[in-house]
Every structure is written in C-alpha cells, then in structure tokens.
C-alpha cells in the first residue's frame, strides 16, 4: 500500500504533559509518520482548534449534545464510563477515509465506528484497564467514593477487555507481553515505548538528592512517595526528595509533611534535575506495564531505585537498584554516593538504552 491514510485515535494530544499516555502517542506517532500520511484525532470536553506539529495533524472532537446522549444510553447498556465518554460522532468522516486505524488503548475503540472493509485496524491495549483500576481501587480507604467507582468501572471494562480482545478483525499492541490479555489474543505484538530523551552521559558529580517523576495524583505514585519519604526521613534527614508531576492541592497539603520533600510541578525539561540526582525512585508495588521514569532515569545515567514489579516489565537485564527494604538500603547506600561505581553504572545504562531501543520491532511497517 503506497502512502496509506493513517489515523490514531487517542485521548492524548500534542498539548498534554510528555508523560504516560503522550510518551505512548509519541512512540505511535513516531513509528507510523515515515509510513503514510499520519493525522491524530482527539476527542475532547472543550472546543481545540486543529493544529500541525512537526507535519501531524491534530483534529480535535468536543462532545456534542448528541454525543452526550449516546453516552448516557451506552452506560444503561452496561459500557464502561471510560469508554462511553470518548465516543464522538463527528470522528465518523474522518475515519471512513482512513486505510489504518490505530486506537491508543481500549477505552478510545468502538465498534459503531465504521472503518473501510479494507482497512487495517489496531487497538493499542498497552495494559489492562481494568487491572489498572483494580490495583488503584486497593488503594483507597475501605468507603472512598473513588474506590466505589473503580471497582465499578474494572468490571465493566473487564467484560469490555474479554468481548474485544475475541474478535478476529481487529490486530492488538500491547506494552509488555506479560500483560494478562495477552495470552489470549490471536494476533497480539508488543511494542515496548520508545526512548525519547537522546542519552546524556552522567558525570560522576551529584547533588544531595533524589528524584520522582510522574503524575502525583495517580494512586500507585502516591503511595510510592510517600512510602520512600517516610524512608528517607529515617535514612537520613538531610537527603532532599524531589517531585516532578502535577499534584492536587490535597496530595500537596499530606505531603507538607515531609520537610525533605519538594515538589517542583510539572516541568516540560526535567534534564538539570534527573541529572543532578543521586538517583531516581520508581518503587511501585501496585502498578501496571512498563514504567517510563526509569528509562528517564536511566537515559540520563543515574541509578533507578525499583520495585520487583517494576524491573520484571522490562526486557533483558536492566541496570537498576532493586528495592528490598529500609535496611537494604541503608547498606547501599554508601554506593550511590562512589564515583567509581556510578561511572560503572553509567555505562551499563548507556549500553542497555542502546540495546533497549534497537530491539523494538514496529509492528506497523508490514503494513
């Protein structure tokens, strides 16, 4: 197929933060610009106008009345809240002229999308949804509204995943292959996300503190911050820790607590900081897929701090800091503060970046 029509369909525009969800836009953005003429629609609560960025089209779709109403119908007929809420009519035309159709994760695919009978669709699962709203419902205290409403939502995308993930017509991406969907999926890849920082060497010089990068207000981060300052407080008072994500007002008022922690918001260059650091901490326990702070971490040559979870979702031997306990710590922490080791390490991650990224085969080029 000469120059195919290609659109992605995500919740994620070129204006969201370069975390998460954007850096897995990005990645699909990246691998399918070279293949054919590439536009990325949007939907959306409030009216955007469409915009070109580096020769991509973004469209974007406010809800209509109409799209309103087929979401209020959609929930009584038992659809996930989170999917319900994404459909937009308008998104029609544009698809019926589309030869691949790439929807980033589950919640933005819906079959009265009518796509060309010749063309190709993907569903960008990445991890399940509903896992994921499982592991944060667990979370929450035991009468949380929030948690209410996760338990809610992860059975019905539950019910969504296992109805989708049956149909023969349609191609699944996932994240990692240890994703519990996808066993059971017929035609499944995997596309990791790309590395998109250039590898800086990291000299041997730091400053006397460590990093976190990402949403604050998502569950699983939370309570790994939390966690690690309580830690840090016993290991040593005078260890600052640092916080790189937006953060709710009332996160921000439990956190004030910890008279190490600082939280700097959302920064669009975490270059100065990640680099400067003793290490990065990404010690979560209840999350899902694959973690895009420890690339930045590594990208950048410093130590990453992981949790088990955390380390066995990346692929061939990543050079990390497991996270055991405080008193495992404790004893290594001498390390973090050696030149001669952190050197060592540097290269490690730099060797392993390398070998990280050209181990990425894209599932779309066969297209």
Known sequence: MNNPKITIVSTFGNLNESRGGRNRLDTLVLLNR?????????????KKNPCAVDGINYFFYNITFTDLWNCFLKILEGSPISQAIFFRNKM???????????????????????????????????????????????????????????????????????????????????ITKKDKLFLKCSLASVLPNLNLNNYI?????????????????YEPNFKAIVNFAYILNRL??????????RCSK?????????????LEGY??????????????????ENGTGLQNKVLDYISYGIPALVSLD?????????????????????????KLFDKKWRSDFSKKCSIYINQYQSSIKNPFITL
């Open 34 to 46: 070279k293949i054919g003429s590439l536009s990325v629609l949007v939907p959306t609560f409030f």
């Open 92 to 174: 029609q035309i544009e698809l019926s002229k589309s030869d691949i159709t790439i929807f980033h994760l589950i919640r933005t695919y819906d079959k009265r999308y009518k796509i060309p009978a010749k063309g190709k669709i993907y569903v960008d699962i990445c991890e399940s949804l509903s896992e994921n709203f499982k592991k944060r419902a667990s979370l929450l205290s035991r009468y949380s509204f929030k948690r209410f409403f996760y338990i809610f939502e992860a059975k019905r995308l539950e019910k969504l995943e296992n109805k989708i993930i049956k149909k023969r017509d349609l191609n699944f991406i996932f």
């Open 201 to 217: 060497k990291n000299s041997t010089a730091f400053e006397n503190y460590f990093v976190f990068i990402g949403h604050v207000d």
């Open 236 to 245: 040593d008072f005078n260890l600052k820790f640092r916080i790189i994500g």
């Open 250 to 262: 009332r996160n921000e008022k439990f956190l004030s607590q910890f008279k190490n922690v600082s």
């Open 267 to 284: 920064l669009d260059d975490v270059s100065h900081i990640i680099s400067n650091a003793i290490a990065g901490v990404a010690i979560i």
């Open 310 to 334: 955390v380390k066995s979702a990346f692929p061939g031997n990543l050079p990390c800091v497991e996270f055991e306990d405080f008193d495992h710590l404790q004893k290594f922490l001498p």
